[in-house]
């Protein structure tokens, strides 16, 4: 099975600041590379699909990139309301494994 | 609108068995792969497998084959997941969650609380 890996496993960060979180696959998975935001209580909410594109309501400042083996979740301008734990999860495939998490808490 | 609405809170003993239903409204229930994942405290999602609606067919992960069924009744747009032979480390919240076409979970289910304990 493909494994996903992200790093890093938590972050400190400041309102304002860009944050970047990468996701690596075990093996080539082309695009099939989702971001999803979970918070405490919260069901899991959908950020980017197919590793770029932006989900419906999402805010701009949310980005993905990447294709292969490597992705990127890319927050341009942090706000209060983004302080969670972020998976990354391929698709395409079974299982639909998940990465195990980014916490982002505040600084 | 869409909804997934599972079922309440469980508490088993280990080695119990446990059935989770997510019940679906707003949507034509054979549309879509309906997924089961579960978080466990302090830790990450987990995704445990799916079920096709139409044809009952079934993906499970191998950490959780012969252990997890999962099932569907077409009838009452629900869907199932029993996880027999329960351990304390199964204790965890349990999602449901739809599949879009493009491969992304959209709507999931409020979560279930299962805990194993004796």
């Known amino acids: 099975d493909i494994q996903l890996t992200q790093s890093p496993s938590s972050l400190s960060a400041s309102v304002g600041d860009r944050v970047t979180i990468t996701c690596r696959a075990s093996q080539t998975i082309s695009t099939y590379l989702n971001w999803y935001q979970k918070k405490a209580g919260k069901v899991p909410r959908l950020l980017i699909y197919?590793?770029?594109s932006l989900q419906s309501g999402v805010p701009s400042r949310f980005s993905g990139s990447g294709s292969g083996t490597d992705f990127t979740l890319t927050i341009s301008s942090l706000q209060p309301e983004d302080f969670a734990t972020y998976y990354c999860q391929k698709s395409y495939n079974t299982p639909y494994t998940f990465g195990q998490g980014t916490k982002v808490e505040i600084k | 609108q869409v909804q997934l609405v599972q079922s309440g809170a469980e508490v088993r003993k280990p080695g119990a068995s446990v059935k989770v239903s997510c019940r679906s409204s707003g949507y034509t229930f054979t549309d879509y792969y309906i997924h089961w994942v579960r978080q466990a405290p302090g830790q990450g999602l987990e995704w445990m497998g799916r079920i096709n609606p139409i044809s009952g067919d079934t993906n499970y992960v191998q950490k959780f084959q012969g252990r997890v069924t999962m099932t569907r009744d077409t009838s009452i747009t629900t869907a199932y997941m029993e996880l027999s032979w329960l351990r304390s480390d199964d204790t965890a919240l349990y999602y449901c969650?739809?599949?879009?076409?493009?491969?992304?979970?959209?709507?999931w289910g409020q979560g279930t609380l299962v805990t194993v304990s004796s």
């Open positions: 969650a739809r599949e879009d076409s493009r491969e992304f979970f959209d709507f």
């Open positions: 197919s590793a770029s």
